[in-house]
């Protein structure tokens, strides 16, 4: 099983930028497919963005496409969430989450290994 925790939250002000990490420990996530998903406030957890165990692939949600970027350090074993121009509708508390295997998924329920969650508010 692998554990995985969240950093980089914070409070920024609309049109700035922050940039989330996910450590792993317990197992190393070179074979993982890992992702980021997000929870507004009222609202369900949505899919951000996912990228595939040696990087070749990524996707994005519509709404963050062309201002977040996922990448990720196998050698760290850490995965991060570049954020850029941030929007008052990008606060959330943010996930992220891993499955073994290549194959590069949106779904929440396809993911067995989640952090605790990082708190980021952009302020209007």
């Known amino acids: 099983q692998v554990q995985l925790v969240e950093s980089g939250g914070g409070l920024v002000q609309a049109g700035g930028s922050l940039r989330l990490s996910c450590a792993a420990s317990g197992r190393t996530i070179s074979s993982y497919s890992m992702a980021w998903f997000r929870q507004a406030p009222g609202k369900e957890r949505e899919f951000v963005a996912v990228?595939?165990?040696?990087?070749?692939?990524?996707y994005y949600a519509d709404s963050v496409r062309g201002r977040f970027t996922i990448s990720r350090d196998n050698a760290e074993n850490t995965m991060y969430l570049g954020m850029n121009t941030l929007k008052p509708e990008d606060t959330a508390v943010y996930f992220c989450?891993?499955?073994?295997?290549?194959?590069?998924?949106?779904?929440?329920?396809?993911?067995?290994?989640w952090g605790q969650g990082t708190q980021v508010t952009v302020s209007s």
């Open positions: 990228i595939s165990p040696i990087g070749g692939s990524t």
């Open positions: 989450a891993g499955r073994a295997g290549a194959r590069i998924l949106r779904e929440q329920y396809e993911y067995p290994n």
